[in-house]
């Protein structure tokens, strides 16, 4: 008899999400460029501490995550009961779904945004509203003026993934002051540890001074532990209390509690990953725009870079291919034309700059 087993409504409209590829054909040395990762690695002393770990497998980790809570409070200078781990800010992101949308709601989030918060919200039921942008800054009064009374939940990403552009600190304030009493202000901060705009605090001031803003962050990205899965959030007491029912007890292991914790107290080795970032990314970027191959500021550790059409787009992602190079292709976000390409080490970025360089100058 045929099953009769249906998934919640709104759940088959998802489109699985595919992550960045790290393989190719014919290269033997294969780079991967596509999933904005540190290429430097994380801290050496958290991969000891990882290391470490291997001694007790048996044992549950800690639930209420507080020595990577009170090294992240000590570090962003934050109060630890304000902050929840998970495991990675995927899941963070997906919890606040959970806990705020549902049928009959809506989620907010920008046309060139993580494809991630169409998902969580079609798998809480919630509807997704795509707001378009013409340019490739986001548009505080058009995300304004998406809200209706279903809204509840609007996720910004600043620097935004993939274009790597910033939203100025007052456009997000003035954002957060205006949004009804009934929307959370998400701000994903994946890529904060990167921006070097004087002033910019990654939105700890905001979040401490309002009580309809929440932040995310990641280890993922500049911390180099993608592997170990491990974000967090800080926010204020309703919503931290809010997720902290939601999530499960043990959410995030031991390996990433550990390595976590040292990583972010490690702020010598961050400083250094983010300068090199910076070095190497605004390298590429001269370089790129010298090929004919321009791109938008980027604050993030990635440049969204922009060939003529999408058929040169296509052919240079073959061309670094080739030479084992894998970029990312976010074409299908609306970026006709569009490369995401992250920055790597001296080597890594020197070899895309001559790549491209020659396929430019070979058209
Ligand atoms: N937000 C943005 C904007 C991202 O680019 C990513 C990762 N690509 C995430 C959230 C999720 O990161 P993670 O789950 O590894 O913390």
Redesign the pocket.
């Known amino acids: 008899m045929a099953h009769q087993i249906s998934a919640q409504p709104g759940i088959m409209s998802v489109t699985p999400y595919v ?1 960045g590829e790290g393989k190719t054909h014919g290269a033997n040395h294969v780079t991967k460029l596509s ?2 990762e540190n290429l430097l690695g994380p801290s050496p002393r958290a991969v000891e501490a990882y290391r470490e770990i291997s001694g007790n497998l048996a044992t549950y980790p800690d639930g209420g995550h507080t020595a990577l809570r009170q090294a992240i409070a000590d570090v962003h200078g934050l109060h630890a009961d304000r902050i929840i781990c ?6 963070i ?1 997906s919890l606040l779904c959970q806990a705020y949308a549902g049928q009959g709601t809506e989620i907010v989030h920008t046309e060139h ?2 494809a ?1 918060y169409a998902i969580y919200a079609k798998v809480a039921g919630s509807t997704p509203v795509v707001v378009k942008e013409d340019t490739r800054h986001t548009d505080v009064d058009a995300l304004l003026a998406a809200v209706t009374d279903r809204t509840r939940l609007m996720f910004v ?1 600043n620097p ?2 993939p274009t790597g552009t910033l939203i100025p600190d007052a456009e997000i304030e003035r954002l957060a002051d205006s949004l009804p009493p009934h929307v959370l202000l998400v701000m ?1 901060g ?2 904060a540890e990167f921006v070097r705009e004087p002033g910019y605090d990654g939105y700890a001031s905001l979040v401490k001074q309002r009580e309809n803003v929440v932040m ?6 500049v911390y180099g532990l ?1 592997a170990l ?3 967090w959030a800080f926010g204020p007491e309703h919503v931290i209390d809010v997720l902290g029912r939601v999530r499960g007890p043990f959410n995030v292991t031991s390996a990433a509690l550990a390595a976590a914790e040292v990583a972010v107290r490690d702020t010598e080795w961050t400083e250094h990953c983010v300068i090199q970032n910076e070095v190497w990314r605004e390298w590429l970027a001269r370089q790129l725009a010298r090929a004919g191959i321009p791109s938008d500021p980027s604050h993030g550790n990635f440049i969204c870079a922009r060939f003529p059409d999408a058929a040169t787009a296509h052919a240079a992602d073959e061309a670094l291919r080739k030479r084992g190079l894998i970029v990312r292709d976010v074409q299908g976000y609306n970026l006709p034309g569009c490369l995401r390409i992250t920055i790597g080490d001296e080597t890594a970025t020197r070899a895309v700059a001559d790549t491209l360089t020659q396929f430019m100058a070979s058209r």
Request: charged letters at 20%.
């Open positions: 992550g999933s904005n998970g495991a990675g800010s995927d899941e992101l945004g993580f991630m990403a935004n993934n994903d994946a890529y995310t962050r990641t280890f993922s990205k993608g899965r491990v974000g």
